[in-house]
């Protein structure tokens, strides 16, 4: 288990193992991982997987929230996430 950095600098410097391992167990972690790793479709579905309704995916980079095939790879994880992916996908 890691411990929860208490400063977001050291979040930054976390590698891609260290953070899905912090969002296997609690996917809102996401919202302090490195903005790259915002954009890695592993590291977001496994957040989504492990959040409440879907709701790391409002964390995920502008990119992926408006790619429609990762949008539905998402919506089938958890089908309220739908409501974080872009304006564009949800008209």
């Not at 288990?1 to 976390?14: H, K, M, N």
């Not at 996401?30 to 592993?42: F, K």
């Amino acid at each position: 288990f890691l411990e929860a950095p208490t400063l977001e600098v050291g979040w930054r410097s976390l590698g891609r193992g260290q953070v899905l391992a912090a969002v296997r167990r609690e996917g809102l972690e996401l919202s302090r991982a490195p903005e790259a790793l915002r954009g890695d479709r592993e590291v977001v579905l496994t957040a989504i997987a492990n959040s409440e309704a879907g709701l790391a995916l409002q964390h995920a980079s502008d990119a992926l929230r408006g790619d429609r095939s990762f949008a539905l790879e998402a919506v089938r994880a958890r089908g309220l996430c739908l409501q974080f992916c872009s304006e564009g996908l949800r008209a």
